[in-house]
């Protein structure tokens, strides 16, 4: 059965009485969740098969032409329920692969698996998962980049508070915050990036890493076990392998690609949470559709459920990130198989996570909502008090004592704090400094000191160089790839 169609037999499926998965039912795409697929995974496990047997004929061993000829003709022909009845009685995942496919290629049957461990298919498949799970994360992550750096090229130059502790502070431009968040996954993909150039094969290293069936194999010629190691390598499209192992490649490797994951959960929930904090201002939103419901109860909400989604699978890839961590330290000397549970989960769950959480990015820094009056009311309410020391050195220039008249803007901020928030009136600040004596500045002076762009310093500047200098290269050396990136739920 091809792998097509065993996806599309697992879609046809009724509602199940039992517990399914969310991020594969829900959140993930079908590519991220056709790489940790039952067909995926044992198709590969054929082609390594087939590839060792090639490799071993290619240095002299006695695999005839037909054996291979079998095996190449039969990678597709996969029979689940036979290969599950098969492992019932025999106990064991790979061995029943190993019988099933010599049942539909006898004339291979001799040849299949020939002096390998089981680690040889489960782990090299999973190298090959690494790899090309985290090729879609850096496809998803260029995406995400590409989108917001469209809203900070939009909107460079427009003012808005900004926020420390979530309290008003100097101004800045939503386009120089959207930058913030790009360099963060700029950041993420540099790691994509280093985990990639540098992902490894594990190959031939027999049950203990000493490949001692090998050296048996090719009378003790080591120079063909570390011909037939790249050979396997290169066939699989590696060019590097891990210079020693034990039964099965360092666990560490787990926690390093997790590990790069959770970072970029780790970004894109920042993203999400600053997503959430301007909605509830309603200075940015998230988009919302025409017949979408925001609340059960309340139909005028529009509550960010993107962004919160982000947050909440960002929580779970975070997390994962704990698991490769402790398995890799509870490794006993060459293996122990309490890894393999666990890494059933952990590591899928951690791709799909991530998968679901960079569509749900796409989506939302794709269809970001500005509304810029609420941004210049707000602005407008805070920018007398963020102005006062501007004011201040405007009229030290003009010869006022700065002490005094820092005690005169004090006075005066406090009390149209108090107008503010005892009376519910409008930020009267500004009146007040025109109308002291002691400043010597008319409402057109004050005026021209509260324009915005006056308090935005370089943002749109730093806007314009970073994403000429750090985003465009960046997006011009990825040529883009078409995968899915429309929400599931």
Request: charged residues 25%; aromatic residues 6%; contains cysteine.
């Amino acid at each position: 059965m091809t792998e097509e169609a065993m996806a599309e037999t697992v879609a046809a499926r009724p509602p199940s009485a039992q517990y399914s998965n969310p991020l594969v039912e829900r959140y993930a795409s079908a590519e991220m969740s056709r790489i940790f697929s039952d067909a995926y995974k044992f198709r590969n496990w054929r082609r390594l098969w087939l590839a060792l047997a090639e490799s071993q004929a290619a240095l002299g061993l006695d695999i005839p032409e037909s054996a291979i000829a079998a095996m190449r003709a039969h990678l597709e022909d996969i029979d689940i329920e036979q290969v599950a009845r098969l492992e019932r009685r025999l106990r064991h995942d790979v061995m029943a692969h190993v019988h099933h496919f010599g049942e539909v290629a006898p004339a291979a049957k001799p040849f299949i698996h020939l002096g390998a461990t089981s680690a040889f298919v489960t782990d090299n498949t999973e190298m090959l998962q690494h790899r090309d799970a985290l090729r879609m994360v850096r496809d998803r992550l260029i995406a995400c980049i590409r989108a917001l750096a469209g809203f900070a090229r939009e909107h460079r130059a427009l003012p808005t508070l900004g926020y420390t502790h979530f309290q008003t502070a100097q101004p800045t431009t939503v386009g120089k915050r959207a930058t913030l968040w790009i360099q963060d996954l700029l950041l993420d993909l540099e790691e994509v990036d280093y985990r990639l150039a540098r992902i490894r094969f594990r190959g031939i290293r027999g049950t203990t890493g000493t490949e001692a069936s090998f050296l048996e194999l090719f009378d003790g010629s080591g120079e063909k076990v570390d011909t037939l190691n790249r050979e396997i390598a290169a066939r699989m499209g590696f060019d590097a392998l891990y210079a020693v192992t034990g039964q099965t490649y360092p666990r560490k490797v787990d926690y390093a690609f997790l590990s790069t994951l959770a970072g970029v959960a780790a970004s894109t929930s920042k993203f999400g949470h600053d997503i959430r904090l301007l909605q509830h201002l309603k200075e940015v939103e998230e988009p919302f559709e025409s017949d979408q419901i925001g609340s059960s109860a309340m139909p005028y909400k529009r509550n960010p459920m993107r962004a919160e989604r982000i947050c909440a699978l960002a929580r779970h890839v975070i997390t994962l990130s704990t698991d490769p961590a402790f398995t890799a330290a509870t490794q006993w000397l060459e293996r122990t198989l309490d890894d393999s549970a666990n890494r059933r989960i952990a590591i899928p769950e951690a791709y799909l996570g991530t998968d679901a959480i960079l569509i749900l990015v796409h989506n939302v820094a794709a269809g970001l909502v500005v509304h810029p009056r609420v941004i210049a009311r707000r602005l407008a309410d805070e920018l007398p008090f963020l102005a006062t020391e501007a004011i201040l050195m405007h009229a030290v220039g003009r010869g006022g004592d700065r002490q005094a008249l820092h005690e005169r803007i004090r006075r005066h901020s406090m009390a149209a704090a108090t107008r503010i928030k005892d009376e519910g009136e409008p930020n009267d600040l500004a009146d007040r400094l025109t109308g002291d004596d002691a400043f010597g500045m008319d409402g057109a002076e004050i005026a021209a000191l509260l324009d915005p762009t006056r308090h935005i310093g370089r943002a749109p500047q730093q806007v314009d160089a970073f994403l000429r200098d750090c985003v465009d290269p960046v997006l011009d050396n990825h040529t883009a790839t078409h995968i899915t990136s429309e929400l599931r739920a």
